[in-house]
């Protein structure tokens, strides 16, 4: 009976090495493919698609299998690149590594896999699969530091019926160890950070090359100019960092107690080119009680019910209680606890336990203490003069 077919891929990191290893220990027989999505600067320091696919062939060596390599670089700009560039010039911040396992890893490998002969394809994903009477469920990965589940919520029944996540039961640690215990080359790499096209160069620095510039002011809760900002686009709510303005010592922003309190991006109004800042992590222009989402994707095919789940509202983040409400083709939560951040653009992502249930993009958030609109400059007055006196 001949061996089922399982194409993996292959990254050039130990937990995609690791799977194609216990997917071929399982008896199945495994082909990796390497995935180049990324073309633009192919010979600069930031981008590592040369150094991976050097990476992934070893690996492929040591574990005794073919790998081919496949150019998704045209479908990566049309389906997630452009819809990237698109959402930050309307001033949201998108999650182009949701749209990437949807568009590409899920659809254009998953049916050239399918060309290939393939039964079902498999990625180094912490993530789970289960099926059931109803069908098959998206599970978190039993890591609990490393659960993916968040950035594969818009996968369907079909993607999910051909799909394999081999680590998903395993934690990062034990990863590590099957590799260097059966001597993978990559055993030791350094797990990618960021995006996939950016690379580990600075965001803004990439954006550049894209997105126009338009500065403006920066105004704090009262309205006051406290510095300026580059350009919306290069901006998300509740960064930190790269504002280029200090903390105010003392007064009523930071309580009067003397420290410097650090700024935070609190909202963006793009009609008048004005970024918002407030002081203080826990300023309330920063929590939301309730957020809006709209173009949803569920794991089930539908919506779930009304009612109490746990959502997270980016990456990393611990579950959050909520009241779940079908809204049109969308819905709100209402938050047990206000969440820090909300931010249009990125993905409100639903839970029911260890299920992910998919979830949607927000589209707006309900902060405890919305900022006055900002108002352009007024016009400069004429000055008044007083009328001359008559001499005596």
Not at 123 to 152: C, I, M, W
Not at 354 to 372: F, K, M, N
Request: proline share 6%; net charge neutral.
């Amino acid at each position: 009976m001949a061996k089922q077919r399982v194409v993996v891929g292959l990254s050039g990191g130990v937990d995609s090495a690791v799977s194609a290893w216990l997917l071929k220990q399982q008896g199945f027989d495994v082909v990796g493919l390497f995935m180049k999505n990324w073309e633009d600067d192919d010979n600069s320091e930031f981008c590592s698609s040369n150094i991976d696919f050097v990476d992934a062939a070893a690996v492929a060596d040591v574990i005794g299998i073919d790998i081919e390599h496949v150019n998704f670089a045209a479908d990566y700009k049309d389906r997630v690149f452009a819809e990237f560039l698109r959402e930050h010039r309307a001033g949201r911040t998108p999650n182009p590594d949701v749209l990437c396992n949807a568009e590409i890893k899920f659809k254009a490998f998953l049916d050239h896999a399918l060309r290939l002969g393939a039964a079902k394809i498999a990625t180094g994903h912490y993530a789970r699969v289960r099926e059931t009477s109803n069908g098959f469920q998206l599970l978190k990965g039993l890591d609990p530091a490393k659960d993916q589940s968040y950035f594969l919520h818009r996968l369907t029944q079909a993607q999910l019926a051909r799909t394999l996540f081999p680590v998903g039961e395993l934690h990062k640690t034990e990863v590590r160890r099957i590799a260097a215990e059966i001597g993978l080359p990559n055993a030791k790499k350094k797990d990618s950070t960021g995006i996939c096209f950016i690379g580990e160069r600075p965001f803004r620095e990439f954006l550049n090359r894209y997105l126009a510039h338009a500065p403006g002011p920066m105004l704090d809760e009262r309205g006051r100019e406290v510095g300026r900002h580059l350009g919306l686009s290069f901006y998300t709510l509740g960064q930190r960092q790269g504002l280029g303005i200090g903390g105010v010592k003392g007064g009523e922003q930071s309580g009067g107690d003397g420290l410097h309190a650090p700024w935070f991006v609190a909202a963006k109004d793009m009609q008048h080119n004005v970024l918002r800042v407030v002081q203080g992590h826990e300023h309330p222009a920063l929590l939301a009680p309730r957020l809006a989402a709209d173009d949803c994707s569920w794991v089930a095919g539908q919506p779930p019910a009304a009612g109490h789940l746990a959502a997270k509202t980016r990456y990393r983040q611990a579950d959050a209680g909520c009241r779940f409400t079908p809204a049109g083709d969308g819905f709100e939560l209402q938050f047990e606890q206000p969440q820090w951040a909300v931010t249009p653009g990125q993905s409100a992502v639903l839970y029911d336990g260890d299920v992910c249930l998919g979830g949607g993009v927000i589209a707006s958030a309900e902060v405890l203490a919305p900022l006055a609109p900002a108002l352009p400059p007024a016009a400069k007055r004429p000055r008044r003069h007083l009328p001359q006196r008559s001499p005596a």
